[in-house]
């Protein structure tokens, strides 16, 4: 592999770039709860976000191509093509639950999208919807409507990143469901590439960005526990935290259920165990 420069850091990942207008995308076990890193690191949760990506990447390029190049023996790098990204976040949610759930309580729509009254906390909706946002550098992303968002990106590549998001979706639900997981919803990264297609990047349908709930015990009316970094945040909620830098040191009981959770998800969705992505990497890519 080439020299990696290193030109950016995220929540999770650090970004280099390396010749011929790749990138290394590497996922660090950082997490972070409203919108503050943390500073106990979650074990493996790296190597499980860069598992499940390449797992959807290999599997969905009849949808639409995506920047995966190549996953390296290390289990948390990606090798990718550089995007030009979209200036949204493409969100696609099948159940009412989050900021949708409580914007459908005050106004009975999500982004412009009217929804039947009486709908409950965590009900399947009629159909998926799109719900576009903003991408915020800080703080949370804010959702908007249809119109601002295909101002925002252009007409045609709106539809088109509408149209692919609505379909990865629908494929990732069914594929889940199989595997006694509920996709309630989920955002996709999406760019240009060189060649003018429109392309998926960053990471797709893991626990940091879409919303795993078990299919066994699911119960609308109320919230469901989740396959992600929920267990964890509940726990910081309960601390009294003022929710600002520095956040609270996790208690290794915390750690461990995070990580079983991160853990789960991936082997149910994979087919495969955890152990065997560490020691080959590239039994995700099918």
Known sequence: MSEAVHVASGKVREIFALEDDRLLLVASDRISTFDVILPTPIPDKGRVLTGLSAFWFSRTTHIVPNHLLEVPDDGRSMVCRRLDMLPIECVVRGYLTG?????????????????????????????????????????????????????????????????????????????????????????????????????????????????????????????????????????????????????????????????????????RLTGSSFEAYLGEPKIVLG
């Not at 992600?228 to 208690?251: H, I």
């Open 99 to 267: 900021s949708g759930w409580r914007d459908y309580s005050e106004t009975g729509a999500v982004c412009g999208h009217v929804l039947p009254e009486g709908l409950r906390d965590s009900d399947r909706l009629p159909a998926p919807i799109f719900t576009p946002a903003t991408k915020a550098t800080e703080g949370h992303d804010e959702n908007i409507d249809e119109e601002r968002a295909a101002e925002l990106c252009g007409r045609d590549l709106y539809r088109a990143a509408k149209e692919a998001s609505l379909a990865l979706y629908g494929f990732a639900a069914e594929h889940a469901e199989q595997r006694g997981i509920i996709l309630a919803d989920t955002k996709f990264e999406l760019g240009v590439a060189t060649d003018g297609a429109l392309t998926l990047g960053d990471e797709a349908l893991t626990p940091d960005s879409s919303r795993f709930w078990p299919l066994a015990g699911y119960e609308p009316g109320k919230p469901q526990p989740s396959f992600d970094k929920q267990f964890a945040r509940d726990w910081c909620a309960e601390t009294g935290w003022d929710k600002t830098d520095p956040g609270p040191e996790l208690p290794e009981d915390v750690v461990a259920g995070t990580r079983a959770r991160y853990v789960e998800a991936f082997e």
